[in-house]
């Protein structure tokens, strides 16, 4: 599938999980960092700098990332340098299953990205509450 020049390919949630597992045992807690870096890099390119309203630009994000299946994202809190978001059937979540930590690397480097457009600058963001720890959701903040 094609949207103007950038090319989207359809990949279960299962297969990306499952590829987060394969990496797990070999890389450790690395895994975890080669996952945001790779969908803050990807994502990147997609998520600008707001043209206008900054709290509305990070609302149409976050919609377009529901409207993409990456989850029921919500904005809590919105700040000069503050960005938490949740994220509600967060399908890297649901696939993952139970877990000891937070598992949703791919949504928290998609924030990292919307973050750093948005505030300017490099802000890294963390996952405070994950449905696969057994939270009623994830829970994403950012401080830039």
């Not at 877990?99 to 480097?109: D, N, S, W, Y």
Request: aromatic share 6%.
């Amino acid at each position: 599938m094609t949207d103007r020049e950038t090319r989207y390919v359809r990949v279960k949630a299962d297969t990306l999980v499952a590829i987060q597992k394969a990496m797990e045992p070999a890389l450790g807690m690395r895994a975890a960092e080669c996952l945001v870096a790779g969908a803050r890099v990807g994502e990147a390119k997609h998520v600008t700098a707001p043209a206008g309203d900054a709290r509305q630009h990070v609302e149409t994000v976050l919609a377009a990332a529901t409207g993409q299946g990456w989850g029921e994202f919500a904005l809590e809190r919105f700040g000069a340098n503050e960005l938490v978001v949740t994220v509600r059937r967060s399908p890297f979540a649901e696939a993952y299953g139970r877990a000891a930590g937070p598992v949703c690397h791919l949504t928290r480097g998609l924030l990292e990205a919307l973050a750093a457009a948005v505030f300017q600058r490099t802000a890294r963001v963390r996952e405070t509450a994950c449905a696969a720890v057994g939270a009623d959701g994830c829970r994403f903040e950012t401080l830039a």
